[in-house]
């Protein structure tokens, strides 16, 4: 039986030199933003600083997209994230902002394993459905956790960078930086597991499971490790959240905060990593101003913009740049 192959670059080396292209070119754009933080005014560096992070939680999303599934309850995993950091700080004395995004990570990793056998079983709506009941679980025993602040939640003091206190004047930059630079290197690693041989038999999960059983692969194996790598950003992100904010509470396990995660995930697409964190700034933008402007219909703003996206970008905003790049390579083949 002829193999088909599962990518249109034209040669091995070309790949690997285009992916060290977009390592470099990557690299450059993160330090770029940083850089830029030092002159940015205080609240757009906060908003930006939640754009990262909460994009970082839709990016699980995305790669679950990729695999023919959505996530109804990443509020879950960031939830968990979130806590695990601000418990280590308080409880702990864990106070370095890498170690605390990692711990988050870890713990909603931790979380999510005893699922990801049982969900990888399951696909449209019976997963959305699932994920999303627990998350609501976990708001129920998060609300009724008075060790944990009850609806109150609790409060975080300020986080340390490599062993150093944050001063008042700069702890905001200082976040941003850490939130930016750590985003960024997962989307960097998204966008090379996307890219990997797992990555795109994900893809081929979404086309035709039974083909990829056929051809030896494992379906099953392959939307658990989503699963659970989508778990993992999404506890990062919250965490990363919880430190810039210095609060956390039941809310962050709210089925609404899963749906502008899922919003963000429509709106950016599954072809592309830095459409996710795109789209994530532009709903910040827009709840920003619309909040700002209509305080009583900010929500009817986010509903509206986020139709006008569909229906003039229904494969949403990475399609913009990524159909041009396909369609050139395939001009290129042809030729």
Known sequence: MQSIPLSSSPSGASRTAHRTAVLLAGLAFIAVLVVAGAF???WLTFLLTMAASHGLVSLGIVLLMRGGVVSFGQG??????GYAAALAFNKLGITDALGLALMGGVAALVVAAPFAPMLARYRGIFFAMLTLALSMVCYGVLVKTNALGGSDGFNMGRATLF?????????GYALYGVTIAFSGVMALLARAYFDSTRGLVT?????????VEYLGGSVKQAMSINFLLAAFVGGAGGALTVMSLGHIDPNFSYWTTSGEFVFVAILAGWQSVLAVFVASTLLEIVRSF?????PNTWQLSLGLFLLLMIRFLPRGIGSLWVDRVGGKRAKGGRA
Do not use: H, T
């Open 290 to 294: 619309s909040s700002l402007y209509f």
């Open 40 to 42: 940015m005014p205080k």
């Open 203 to 211: 893809q081929a999960v979404r086309e035709n499971e039974l083909r």
């Open 76 to 81: 879950l995993v960031f939830a968990v994230g």
């Open 163 to 171: 062993g150093q206190k944050l001063s008042d004047a700069r702890v």
